[in-house]
């Protein structure tokens, strides 16, 4: 049965503006020990931390999606709201057939454009490595580099 922990945002954490801004953040909020999770993070427009959450005891793969839409319901009340971080936490070894986090990716995506909140980015950590599926997918970054957009 997974747990929802809500936590604060952290005022002295400046906007997001890269993947590496993202995982450290991820390093903050997630557990120690390492446990299977999914941390939330909701954005304003100009990427600083509107509201994060980690939902504990997430072992099936597929479960950032239900984590996800309960995310974007939160976002779609709240104005401020309109891009969003994910990071599923795996700290044992998962076997699955290739492309299943592409797959989890694309869903994700098309889930977010549906509620016009932009999947910045998913982070998936496992013990030996942090994959960024858009990257794999050849997806343009959606980060700003510190220069946000127009």
């Known amino acids: 049965m997974s747990s929802t922990r809500l936590v604060h945002p952290d005022v002295r954490y400046g906007p997001l503006a890269t993947p590496a801004d993202a995982l450290d953040l991820v390093a903050r909020l997630s557990s120690r020990p390492s446990s299977p999770e999914v941390v939330c993070v909701l954005l304003d427009g100009a990427r600083r931390v509107g509201a994060s959450f980690t939902v504990t005891d997430v072992v099936d793969p597929d479960g950032v999606l239900h984590v996800a839409e309960m995310a974007l319901a939160v976002a779609a009340a709240t104005a401020e709201i309109d891009g969003i971080v994910l990071a599923s936490i795996r700290p044992s070894p998962l076997v699955e057939r290739a492309g299943s986090d592409l797959d989890r990716w694309c869903r994700l995506d098309d889930l977010c454009n549906d509620l016009r909140c932009e999947l910045v980015e998913w982070l998936v950590l ?25």
Not at 135 to 140: I, K, W
């Open 126 to 150: 496992t013990p030996d490595r942090v994959a960024l599926p858009r990257e794999r997918l050849g997806a343009p970054s959606r980060w700003w580099l510190g220069v946000p957009p127009g």
